[in-house]
């Protein structure tokens, strides 16, 4: 089966520190182009930061995120991650892992991990 499952979402102080991690199962990894979004209750998933597939995987950053989170990727664990320092409350909200393949591969999401930023 084709699997995302995002872990190292908690409740944290503004300011703090979080890493979430998403393992990937069942695809090569490789080829998909990875992201995470965020949600906040009725209201659109949003990107937070893409990072592209191939060799030397470039990440960009929704403004919000730039200068605070860091995307990265080890296609040998099949695994991305998203460093999250300084952390606001505005930041609270349930993030997703995303996987996108080219052409018919498809498009995957993982179940969530809520991450809630209150002093």
């Known amino acids: 089966q084709k699997q995302l499952v995002e872990s190292g979402g908690g409740v944290v102080q503004p300011g703090g520190s979080l890493g979430l991690s998403c393992s990937a199962s069942?695809?090569?990894?490789?080829?998909?182009?990875m992201g995470w979004f965020r949600q906040d209750p009725g209201k659109e998933r949003e990107l937070v930061a893409p990072i592209s597939s191939g060799s030397s995987p470039y990440p960009y950053y929704a403004d919000a995120a730039t200068g605070r989170f860091t995307i990265s990727r080890n296609n040998a664990t099949n695994t991305v991650s998203l460093q999250m320092n300084s952390l606001k409350p505005e930041n609270t909200a349930v993030y997703y892992c995303?996987?996108?393949?080219?052409?018919?591969?498809?498009?995957?999401w993982g179940q969530g991990t809520q991450v809630t930023v209150s002093s």
């Open positions: 069942g695809i090569i990894f490789g080829p998909y182009k």
């Open positions: 995303n996987a996108t393949g080219p052409y018919l591969l498809g498009s995957y």
